[in-house]
T-cell receptor, first 113, second 109 residues
Framework: GAGVSQSPSNKVTEKGKDVELRCDPI?????LYWYRQSLGQGLEFLIY????????KSGLPSDRFSAERTGGSVSTLTIQRTQQEDSAVYLC???????????FGPGTRLLVL | DAKTTQPTSMDCAEGRAANLPCNHS???????VYWYRQIHSQGPQYIIH???NNETNEMASLIITEDRKSSTLILPHATLRDTAVYYC??????????FGTGTRLQVFP
């Protein structure tokens, strides 16, 4: 079945470069979330979209991080001027309207050299 | 969202029931208890949730105490594939999940 998909699955970049991570939520899921998981750590909330608007951006760690969502579907998380501490797995999740059960994608593993 | 407390790790023999406890003593009346698990190198997977009553689905059972201050996730016949980190989360709003450190369950042959 069509679950949440993320691309790329792995990304290696050099410090200072910009990266874009993509999330395709499950069709019909109006809410979309980005989380980050550093090696050996728990999941850290980054941002939440309801439709195309982001009512909660409280987890974005710095102004180098931004996200957008278009057409109420695909979302892109952009990290500018990457730093080594940005290395982590970036996870996307979505859920149906009125449901609090989130469905997660497989994640993008980002390594900043 | 209410804070939860879980043991850091647990072991379980294959085929036996795995009982994972969670304390949420500050839970309020409209907060649900959710359980997710994360198998190594995968995204978290929803298991089950409940408000007051005990719940059962094809994956697990959730037992919530009458005062709602604690709950237990039960995997009735654990398999090696159930080895994962299990997260207990309490929440009321349909937005971000606040993950704690979870319980690392190791199922052994």
């Amino acid at each position: 079945g069509a679950g949440v998909s993320q691309s790329p699955s792995n990304k290696v970049t050099e410090k200072g470069k910009d990266v874009e991570l993509r999330c395709d939520p499950i069709s019909g899921h109006t809410a979309l979330y980005w989380y980050r998981q550093s090696l050996g750590q728990g999941l850290e909330f980054l941002i939440y979209f309801q439709g195309n608007s982001a009512p909660d951006k409280s987890g974005l760690p710095s102004d180098r991080f931004s996200a957008e969502r278009t057409g109420g579907s695909v979302s892109t998380l952009t990290i500018q001027r990457t730093q080594q501490e940005d290395s982590a797995v970036y996870l996307c999740a979505s859920n149906l309207p009125g449901s609090a059960t989130q469905y997660f994608g497989p994640g993008t593993r980002l390594l900043v050299l | 969202d209410a804070k939860t407390t879980q043991p850091t790790s647990m072991d379980c023999a294959e085929g036996r029931a795995a009982n994972l406890p969670c304390n949420h003593s500050t839970i309020s009346g409209n907060e649900y208890v959710y359980w997710y698990r994360q198998i190594h190198s995968q995204g978290p997977q929803y298991i089950i949730h409940g408000l007051k009553n005990n719940e059962t689905n094809e994956m697990a059972s959730l037992i919530i105490t009458e005062d709602r201050k604690s709950s237990t996730l039960i995997l009735p016949h654990a398999t090696l594939r159930d080895t994962a980190v299990y997260y207990c989360i309490v929440r009321v709003t349909p937005d971000k999940l606040i993950f704690g450190t979870g319980t690392r369950l190791q199922v052994f042959p």
